[in-house]
């Protein structure tokens, strides 16, 4: 795209390093090959890597670097060749409970792209996601891209409370709420694990550029369903 990758000033200890203004596969592929190399050249004073959709914030400590020299290492790593890397990891299943009270948003769903809510179900079981970031709320992975079919605007007037695990469609995204928290996104469905838990490192479940897949189970399943990875359930 235009102009991108670009990196600008943000504040005078760190920087924000553009790859467009999209949420896509290539995009995100761009931010991973720099974040690898990013990390692999293991900068004294880099203090801080947080990826966004499109953006990656690197703070630095301006006792040790000059924010014009920092702002000139940084140019030079964007611009060198991605590091080889291995296959794409394994996709990270989600069961998930949809519909009825779990997923209170599912009827709308149907209703606003004249589809059954049995449809909703298959075309957002049916896709990949990739994890594109981590945040807006803590652990809550936002994940992308929605099949066209179920794209669905965000609810007009959002929730105060949404229930941990939750499940939802926001646009061309689909994530889960880690944590109990108001949102303004589509909840078609709930998981019974946990994403997010503060005393392990890393304390989310989920990382960025992951790949996840999302698969139905019966209600009857949820309070009995396994805890996996170690975090547990909620």
Same mark, same amino acid.
């Given at each position: 795209? $235009? ?19 999209? /949420? ?17 050249? #293991? ?5 801080? @890597? +947080? ?6 914030? +690197? ?7 000059? =924010?014009?020299?920092?702002? !000139? ?7 060198? $060749?991605?590091?080889? =890397? ?5 996709? $990270? ?16 769903? !149907? ?19 990739? +994890?594109? *970031?981590?945040?807006?709320? &803590?652990?809550? &992975? !936002?994940?992308?891209? +929605?099949?066209?079919? @179920? ?12 229930? &941990? ?6 646009? $061309? #995204? ?11 996104? #589509?909840? @078609? ?23 996840? #897949?999302?698969?139905? /189970?019966?209600?009857?399943?949820? *309070? ?6 170690? =975090?547990?359930?909620?």
């Amino acid at each position: 795209m $235009k102009g991108f990758p670009r990196i600008s000033p943000y504040g005078d200890r760190a920087l924000l390093v553009e790859f467009s203004g999209d /949420i896509d596969p290539e995009t995100l592929g761009a931010m991973q090959g720099f974040l690898r190399r990013l990390t692999a050249a #293991q900068i004294p004073g880099l203090k801080e @890597i +947080v990826p966004s959709y499109s953006s990656l914030f +690197v703070g630095f400590d301006p006792f040790i670097w000059p =924010f014009s020299a920092f702002s !000139a290492r940084v140019s030079e790593i964007l611009e060198e $060749k991605d590091l080889p =890397f291995d296959s794409p990891s394994p996709v $990270k299943r989600v069961p998930v409970v949809y519909g009825g009270s779990c997923g209170p948003d599912l009827s709308y769903v !149907a209703q606003y792209h004249r589809i059954s809510p049995a449809e909703v179900v298959a075309w957002h079981t049916s896709a990949v996601y990739r +994890v594109y *970031a981590i945040g807006g709320f &803590p652990g809550l &992975p !936002a994940m992308g891209i +929605v099949p066209k079919e @179920i794209e669905t605007p965000r609810l007009a007037v959002p929730r105060t409370k949404v229930p &941990p695990g939750s499940v939802a469609l926001a646009g $061309k #995204q689909t994530g889960i709420y880690a944590l109990e928290s108001p949102g303004g996104w #589509q909840l @078609i469905g709930r998981t019974p694990l946990l994403f997010f838990d503060p005393s392990r490192t890393p304390p989310s479940r989920f990382q960025t550029g992951d790949r996840v #897949q999302f698969y139905p /189970i019966p209600e009857r399943d949820f *309070a009995g369903f396994p805890s996996l990875d170690g =975090f547990g359930r909620i």
